[in-house]
């Protein structure tokens, strides 16, 4: 399934989303004194990927829309996959990505006491029982969609026996996995999440924040909605997934008797070529596929950020697809477009060679070097202009030049002339070729002093327009190129006998060296430029004054939805 958005149209109807029409009624009809409150809500187990990404914008955006408030509240309920770099981390993408959490940053676990409190209340109720039967006894007495649960032959122990075992539960009286708490519902429920669900395990496992306080930690399903219930939450936005969770976290509200947000399902955001599931992205840092989590390659917010991508680029990626309420697949080529739309407008143009082949100006001086203008971005004059050094020898780009080239060709050949940007129009004479390999290593070529650019008497017109860098004043650069991380649109969903690894593509990483204009060596970590007709590149943070590093955010064109395979 896939659905592409048309991101002109998108920006003209900006007709209400179904999670605002809720919203709009909700505040008509005065529910909660017409207040907006939302929450991003991450588990502290990975770093953010685009599909958080959607979530942030998601849930900011509405708050920012309607006057509202947004919490960042860490799920940090399971110590063993959590960890504070995962925190920090979070923090820092979601600041980056232009959102603002205020005074209201949350964590799941400052509400441990009250969400203990809660589980006592439930007991109390004769709705929570401690069960002393193993998770493979939970499980296979849990039953099917299709065929009903056994209940535990714990389930009727009395409230003061409950009562107690929870207490020497949290007072670190039984080893981890003899005993769990569950709530009391109905073994036979056609919906699975109420057939007595865990509430309270026990695990003698050290939290990034409480430390060794707790030995008994709450299911993230009886954590989740109460913790939007205590920072009173309004519209509680999550993925389609928890739809068939919302009768239990209803069931824990109305029993425990307090503040109901309302949860709202929308489709999680699925991209094609790449994975999305956290598991895997760990999966692809642990066993080396990807230098890390922020290598270019990965769909991580941290990646998408070193790779080049703005904030901006993303923000509008996330508007423009929308909330839908089916899983649907986003050809990443929409968020490329994103990507050169916002560059375009942003990103200065630079001569860079990536290929580079010799051309000498026979007729040029020898020691002469011109100073050539040109505008820095045409999209933006305040952007001003920069001087270029031009000089005899030069670099084009190898496949500017063809020595036998179609009729369609109209860059350089033998006789033929094109001009080179912001400087001369120049004719191809002859060329030298090494005597073994046959590979051109000089074109010989004549300037036409006439035809400088600027100039009243350059109006001469040719068919070809080329990039160059002057041979002793460019300087190298190492340049990233980076592919798609899969060859197949949906990794996740492999062929019988493979998985997603197997569809890693082998030349999702290409490095050369290409030569730049010397500007470039000024430039500071994730600058980004226009490389003139190739494509925009942005400076990595192993880039130094010494050895500069670029990464290749996107080429200038979709040459992939062409067919074609990127230079
Ligand atoms: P994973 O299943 O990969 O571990 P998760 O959904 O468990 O991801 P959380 O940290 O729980 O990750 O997610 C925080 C918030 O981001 C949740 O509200 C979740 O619904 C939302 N979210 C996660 N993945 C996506 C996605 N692909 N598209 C939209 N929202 C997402
Ligand atoms: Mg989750």
Redesign the pocket.
């Known amino acids: 399934m896939e659905e592409k958005a048309n991101p002109e149209e998108e920006k003209n109807i900006r007709s209400l989303n179904f999670i605002e029409e809720i919203i709009e009624e909700d505040i008509r009809k005065g529910t909660n004194e017409g207040r907006v409150h939302t929450r ?4 502290p ?2 770093y953010l ?1 685009i ?2 990404a ?2 942030i914008c998601l849930n900011f955006g509405l708050a920012k829309k309607y006057n509202g408030k947004t919490n960042l509240r860490f ?1 940090d309920t399971n110590p063993v996959k959590e960890d504070v770099e995962y925190v920090d981390s979070i923090m820092e993408d979601v600041k980056w990505l232009g959102f603002d959490w205020e005074d209201r940053l949350f964590f799941a676990s400052d509400y441990f006491e009250e969400l203990y409190a809660y589980a006592v209340i439930l007991i109390r109720k004769g709705k929570a029982y401690v069960c002393d039967m193993t998770a493979e006894e939970i499980s296979e007495t849990r039953g099917t969609p299709t065929r009903p649960g056994k209940e535990s032959p714990f389930r009727s122990r009395s409230v003061e026996e409950n009562l107690d075992l929870f207490s020497r539960m949290r007072n670190s009286e039984f080893p981890d996995g003899t005993r769990v708490l569950r709530a009391k519902i109905d073994m036979g429920s056609p919906n699975m999440h109420m057939r007595d669900p865990v509430l309270y395990r026990i695990l003698h496992a050290h939290h990034h924040r409480t430390g060794d306080q707790w030995c008994i930690y709450p299911m993230y399903d009886f954590a989740h909605g109460q913790s939007d219930s205590i920072e009173r939450i309004t519209h509680s ?3 389609l997934e928890f739809e068939v969770h919302r009768p239990l976290y209803e069931w824990f509200i109305r029993e425990i008797g307090i503040y109901a947000p309302r949860q709202i399902e929308f489709a ?3 991209v094609t070529y790449t994975v ?4 895997k992205l760990l999966e692809l840092v642990r066993d080396g596929n990807v230098t890390g989590w922020d290598d270019p390659r990965m769909p991580t917010i941290c990646g998408l950020r070193r790779r080049g991508f703005t904030p901006e680029s993303i923000r509008n990626f996330a508007n423009t697809i929308g909330v839908a309420k089916r899983d649907n697949v986003i050809d990443v080529s929409l968020l490329e477009f994103c990507i050169r739309e916002d560059l375009n407008k942003r990103a200065n143009r630079i001569m860079a060679v990536l290929n580079p082949v010799k051309v000498i100006l026979d007729n040029y001086p020898d020691d002469l070097v011109e100073e050539m203008e040109s505008v820095n971005n045409p999209e933006d004059e305040s952007k001003g202009k920069r001087k270029m050094p031009f000089s005899k020898t030069l670099f084009i780009e190898r496949d500017d030049f063809m020595e036998d080239p179609p009729n369609k060709f109209f860059r350089l050949a033998p006789g033929r002339e094109v001009r080179l940007k912001a400087a001369y129009i120049i004719r191809c004479e002859s060329v030298v070729k090494d005597a073994e390999t046959g590979e051109i290593e000089e074109i010989h070529c004549t300037y036409d002093p006439q035809t400088k650019s600027g100039m009243p008497e350059s109006n001469r017109k040719v068919k070809g327009t080329l990039h160059w860098v002057s041979e002793k004043h460019a300087v190298k650069a190492e340049v990233r190129l980076y592919d798609r991380l899969f060859t197949n649109e949906n990794p996740d969903d492999a062929e019988e006998g493979k998985t997603y690894k197997d569809y890693l593509n082998p030349d999702s990483l290409r490095i050369i060296t290409a030569m730049v204009e010397p500007a470039v060596s000024l430039a500071a970590v994730l600058d980004k430029f226009q490389f003139e007709r190739t494509g925009y590149f942005s400076v990595d943070k192993d880039s130094t004054p010494q050895h500069l590093v670029l990464n290749r955010v996107v080429p200038l064109r979709d040459s992939w939805s062409k067919g074609e395979k990127v230079k």
């Open positions: 991003f809500p991450p588990e187990n990975g990927h599909g958080h959607k979530s799920d936005i999550c993925t999680r955001l699925n999305m599931s956290k598991r």
